[in-house]
């Protein structure tokens, strides 16, 4: 009888362990892999680098550092390459500048949509489902972005992948690759309205090292709140006033904020609804 009872466990293990890794298998990718602000990228798990690559490729709307149209849906790729591999992976990410999704993905043939929360923000991811990225030498994932459908400033771009040996588990002869890429914010009618089209934002100098000056031109009378975020989304408020119309050229320390040196953006929001944002390299 006893016997019987020690078949039996043995039987409910394997099955148990049997589930486990079949629910594995078939996760796919991770969320919270993209190496944006927060997150780590593949090697944590894998390998580094290799001599392959990986890139974010555009529709011919956003390429050459064309802004995005509101609410306009684009198909986006991702592109591993690695010789002599025959498995790929990837996660990716559409974030705004506070770390917040950037839009909205929706996934293609051979990805899923996974979410994480990080620092406050529920990111949507992209990812490869199982076996998606089985193909010689490279593979390319495509799904779909679409467009904020109000302004929110300038929209980065976040991809990490690997080129996978095929053992069936995280290995140093894995390679990985990350990448990202700034899709900056249209001028729409409602920023132009407030803001002099012509000379838009200015922060100068930028790379800066002790003091800025924000340049701008109001056509009229307005109330402008401004904030510096780090790469983190955590936000500093500079100014939140009344602003009369014509050129303003405010200056801010940066000894007094405490910054130290790495890349920031400064949001400036008009009257509550326009908005623009431009990237601050502090040295």
Sequence with gaps: MKKKYTFLFCIIALSLISSAFKTILNSGGK?????????????????????????????TELQGGASYTL????????????NTYSL?????????????????????????ALNIN?????????????????????HTFTFTWTAPSTNDGDITFYTAGI???????????????????VIPAPQTVGIADNFNYNSNIAIIPNPATDKISINYSLSKNSHVKAEIFNLEGKAIELFNENQSAGEINYEV??????????????????DGNNQLTRKLIVE
Excluded: M
């Design 253 to 270: 320390e940066i000894n007094n904020l405490n910054l130290s040196s790495g890349i920031y953006f400064i949001n400036l929001l008009v």
């Design 71 to 82: 609410g306009q849906t684009y198909t986006i790729s991702v592109t591993l390459s690695q």
């Design 163 to 181: 080129a996978a040996d095929g053992n069936g588990s995280p290995s140093s002869n894995d390679k990985t690759y990350s990448t990202s890429l």
């Design 31 to 59: 969320a919270g892999k993209t190496g944006s602000p927060g997150e780590t990228t593949c090697n944590s798990c894998h390998g580094t680098a290799g001599t392959g690559s990986i890139t974010i490729d555009l529709p």
């Design 118 to 138: 990080v620092s406050g923000n529920s990111r949507k991811n992209i990812v490869h489902t199982f076996g998606a990225g089985a193909s010689a030498n490279s």
């Design 88 to 112: 790929f992976g990837f996660g990716f990410e559409a974030l705004k500048v506070n770390g917040a999704n950037g839009g909205n993905l929706t996934p293609g043939i051979g990805t899923q």
